[in-house]
């Protein structure tokens, strides 16, 4: 089964909470590498079973215009596999090879309304304590995120903050999806177009099965919580505002090539991300790639991760349960 991520954590608070994952700290399992041997810390495995490159995801991609990754946020493995495959992207995909194309990085970690700021410390306008001051970063950026925006920075990329603000998604999960409505032109310039999608049948599946796993392993103790009826939309806005960013990213870009991560409950399935980016930029060519902590790394299972990705990488868990 898909491991969960902090990403759900907020869903079992009580309605109007703000999103864990955005404002508790997690602890990070171990340290992250500087370089991975294949096989040893991780596993790629592609629909069928078989076990693939990175390099063999990135020459997937070369004809595509997106590549969704999903990550469980404190799985350190994942965060150094996520950096290999961006600098693999610009490489391949931004080079010759791949047509020239421009890879525009983008994140889930960043919210549409400091886009400018992102902009500014990109053109080396601003200095990264500024750009962090003025963005507030996920926790453990400097350990996760940075990497990646450095990495694009250094090869003069677009990064695109691609997540809805924080405060209309605590808006959504305490008075619903219509409360947007009477936000102000310019909030919603920070927001995809309303309505946004709701969550499809099969979201919602995936969703409640989720709750309801949570709430069986709660505490007895830690009673008092309940599941808003809104968490889900709050998880659509957040699904619609990514999928809605990368859909204005390949406008803008035309022969542009986006790399997007994001937690994995966003991109498994291909529900949520997938779906929003199919309703706004219908033909959109997609390669979804899913991480997920295991103890045993070669353990792929058909019915646990066939349909999670077109390639799903088991990372190798470094407290495994005894």
Same mark, same amino acid.
């Given at each position: !089964?898909? /491991? ?23 602890? #990070? ?17 592609? &629909?069928?079973?078989? /076990?693939?490159? *990175? ?8 004809? @595509? @215009? ?9 799985? !350190? ?27 525009? *990085?983008? *994140?889930?970690?960043?919210? &549409? ?5 992102? %902009? ?17 970063? =996920? ?6 995120? &940075? ?14 903050? +691609? ?7 605590? &808006? ?8 947007? =409505?009477?936000?102000?032109? %310019? +909030? ?18 995936? =969703? ?7 709430? %069986?392993?709660?505490?007895?103790? @830690? ?7 809104? +968490? ?5 806005? =957040?699904?619609?505002? !990514? ?6 990213? *390949? ?22 991300? #997938? ?15 899913? !991480?997920?902590?295991?103890? %045993? ?26």
């Amino acid at each position: !089964m898909l /491991r969960r991520s902090v990403l759900f954590a907020t869903a079992l608070s009580v309605a109007g909470a703000p999103c864990a994952a955005q404002t508790q700290d997690v602890k #990070p399992h171990g340290e992250a590498r500087t370089s991975i041997e294949d096989g040893v810390d991780y596993a790629i495995f592609d &629909r069928q079973g078989q /076990r693939v490159s *990175l390099a063999d995801i990135i020459q997937a991609s070369v004809s @595509d @215009d997106v590549l969704l990754v999903g990550e469980e946020h404190d799985d !350190m493995i994942g965060h150094a596999f996520e950096i290999e495959l961006l600098e693999a992207a610009y490489e391949v995909i931004g080079s010759g090879q791949g047509g020239g194309r421009t890879v525009l *990085l983008s *994140l889930e970690m960043f919210e &549409r309304d400091v886009q400018y700021v992102l %902009d500014e410390y990109l053109a080396g306008l601003i200095s990264e304590s500024h750009f962090l001051r003025s963005t507030h970063p =996920w926790p453990f950026y400097e350990e996760r995120y &940075r990497p990646l925006v450095e990495a694009a920075k250094a090869n003069g990329s677009p990064v695109v903050a +691609a997540n809805a603000p924080r405060r209309y998604v605590s &808006r959504v999960t305490s008075e619903g999806p219509e409360s947007l =409505w009477v936000l102000s032109a %310019d +909030a919603k310039e920070f927001l995809p177009p309303l309505p946004f999608p709701g969550p499809s049948n099969r979201y919602r599946e995936q =969703w409640d099965a989720l709750m309801a796993e949570e709430m %069986d392993e709660m505490p007895a103790s @830690d009673g008092g919580h309940e599941v808003s009826q809104n +968490a889900i939309h709050s998880q659509a806005l =957040w699904d619609a505002s !990514m999928g809605y960013s990368i859909s204005q990213a *390949l406008v803008r870009n035309l022969a542009g090539f986006v790399v997007h991560f994001a937690g994995s409950f966003h991109v498994a399935s291909d529900t949520g991300i #997938p779906e929003t980016l199919a309703d706004y930029r219908p033909g959109t060519y997609v390669t979804t790639v899913v !991480m997920t902590v295991v103890d %045993d790394i070669e353990a792929w299972s058909a019915e646990e991760h066939q349909e999670l990705a077109d390639y799903v990488v088991l990372t190798k868990n470094p407290e495994p349960a005894t």
